[in-house]
């Protein structure tokens, strides 16, 4: 049970940060295996037994609490409570960027190896403790064991990747030496930054951002999705088990619109750091763009926002593949993930089979509590979220025709039916706004080019895949088919950090490409040094 260890309490050692091997990307655990199912439900009661205490906000060295309280609940039962966490106010998000600040005057001169210690440290704790985390992200976010486990594998794989990184960067930079000069470059710290993570990779994009910050020199004000606090808090204990000094990561809980504004807008921020939807990460871009009294720079959005991706398959495709592929991208954590396939885009000529087929795949899938190893699907995330699929499942009725599911399942959570419809349009409201749930539309097209067309005729640019044999038509893909991340062949989702750097263009977000060997470079300012011999 070595891979799925529970709540190892050993103290995590020194790394040997000279001395890294070379990046791998953590193995998934083996879920066939009785031994790690087994560890799973016990890290299940183990964390059950966890569940319903109180959180503190950590603003500096202080542990605060606030007079209003909120819950985040379990969504495959709606009723239970997760946490209970602080309703704080604007007063306590500029209480946190003043004690950053103050902590930035030191921790932007410590060692880059000291920092990056911390996080190989911090990634040996995740690693020893894998089924204990990922069973808070089953209660709290509603991911089944795979998925949950997937979620801590990445979150090791940011802290260890970017530390590699930081090592790289920390050291010397390739600039041309002129005759009678010593000529350099450095990379140095912004500042203070806002990260404002997103629920559905609440722990492996939480730390991926707050620890890219924090290794390059920066410190963060953390405030996460009211609908994953405790994930975030759990996050934010490891960082401090792992050595990090008070003050470097605060930790705020509440709404977006009135913590998350007040980091936005304080002239102390240097840089905002978010994932979310395109409507908020909009907003922030047109915040953060104004250049209130006091602020002496302008600052930097790293956003991270929403997708309407599509598969292309084609008439020569590999049919069983796609079938598969399409299926796991579509209902994958109930389609929940800003890089899930929204939309497949099939040749005329095999239309008619694919559509059947797909909804034949789909009636296997059996929907229901995550905690429940039988469950491919849990639940969406809330009540606002349930009724907006069903929304669109009305709307999608309206626009095309109905082949599978499209119904809510137990009321004692947020469930719904994977959803497959045909015959969409490719202008149509379902085939162009983003859903977020396990909503798939079927789109025909009557040629390669023609499908290239339609899964270019969106807003958005994250990720897309196509399914061809013909190496021609792969090519073209790759020229032709505008987004951050392209999958040949293969699932549109299970972005791997180190081999597909993560970002997409358009309304899809700023092309940070997190998970990339650029992506530190945002939270850093290039300094050049000429020393005249």
């Known amino acids: 049970m070595d891979s799925m260890a529970l709540a190892d309490t050993a103290a995590p050692a020194t790394p040997d940060v000279a001395h890294l091997p070379e990046f791998r990307n953590e193995p998934l655990t083996d879920f066939s295996r009785p031994e790690n199912r087994q560890c799973y ?14 959180y503190d906000n950590r603003i500096g060295d202080r542990r605060v609490r606030s007079e209003k309280k909120f819950k985040s609940h379990n969504p495959s039962r709606s009723s239970e409570v997760v946490g209970v966490h602080q309703e704080n106010t604007p007063d306590a998000a500029r209480e946190a960027i003043a004690a950053a600040a103050l902590t930035f005057e030191c921790w932007r001169l410590s060692k880059p190896e000291k920092r990056v210690e911390i996080l190989i440290r911090a990634a040996d704790i995740f690693r020893r403790r894998k089924a204990y985390y990922s069973a808070w992200l089953t209660y709290e976010v509603g991911k089944t064991a795979p998925e949950a486990d997937a979620d801590i594998a990445e979150t090791i794989d940011f802290l260890e990747y970017y530390g590699r990184q930081q090592l790289r960067l920390s050291g010397p930079q390739p600039v041309t030496q002129l005759p009678g000069e010593h000529d350099r470059m450095v990379y140095i710290p912004l500042g203070v930054g806002a990260v404002i993570p997103p629920w559905n990779f609440p ?26 606090p405790t994930i975030a808090a759990k ?11 008070a003050g470097v990561v605060n930790f705020v809980t509440g709404g977006g619109s009135t913590v998350g504004e007040a980091l936005v807008v304080d002239p102390r921020i240097r840089f905002i750091s978010f994932t979310g939807s395109k409507t908020v990460g909009l907003d922030i871009n047109r915040k953060a763009a104004e250049t209130p009294k006091g602020q002496r720079w302008i600052k930097r959005t790293v956003l991270e926002m929403g997708g309407k991706d599509a598969i292309l398959v084609d008439e020569d495709a590999d ?16 389609g929940q993930k800003c890089s899930a396939c929204s939309r497949a885009i099939v040749h005329e000529k095999i239309y008619d089979r694919f559509v059947a087929a797909l909804a034949e795949r789909a009636k296997k899938i059996k929907v229901g509590d995550a905690a429940d190893p039988a469950n491919y699907m849990g639940p969406v995330i809330n009540e606002r979220s349930l009724n907006n699929t069903l929304r669109y499942i009305e709307i999608g009725k309206q626009e095309g025709r109905l082949v ?7 009321a004692a959570g947020f469930f719904v039916e994977p959803t497959i419809i045909a015959d969409i349009q490719p202008t ?32 958005y640019g994250l990720t897309g895949a196509v399914y061809t044999r013909d ?5 073209q893909a790759a020229e032709e088919f505008h987004v951050g991340n392209l999958y040949l062949n293969r699932k549109c989702t299970g972005a791997m950090v180190g081999a597909h750097p993560f970002g997409g263009f358009n309304m899809s977000g700023t092309d940070s490409k997190a998970g990339g060997p650029d992506y530190l470079l ?12």
Do not use: W
């Not at 707050?210 to 996460?224: D, F, I, M, Q």
């Not at 396990?438 to 067309?453: D, Q, R, Y």
């Not at 190496?471 to 090519?475: A, N």
């Open 41 to 54: 439900q016990a890290a299940l009661a183990e964390v059950r037994a966890e569940l319903g205490r109180e």
């Open 203 to 228: 722990m492996a994009i939480t730390a991926g951002m707050t620890s890219a910050a924090l290794v390059a020199g920066n410190t963060v004000v953390l405030k996460p999705s009211s609908d994953s």
């Open 235 to 245: 996050f934010v204990e490891v960082l401090e088990e792992a050595g990090l000094p």
């Open 319 to 334: 049919f069983d593949a796609a079938i598969e592929g399409v299926t796991v991208s579509a209902f994958g954590y109930q």
């Open 404 to 410: 599978h599911g499209g119904g809510r399942g137990d």
């Open 428 to 459: 149509a409201r379902l085939a162009q706004e983003e859903v977020f749930a396990p909503v798939l539309a079927v789109i025909k097209c009557k040629s390669f080019e023609e499908g290239l067309a339609i899964a270019n005729n969106t807003e």
């Open 471 to 475: 190496p021609r038509k792969l090519e």
């Open 522 to 533: 945002l939270f850093t300012q290039a300094k050049s040094i000429a020393k005249k011999l």
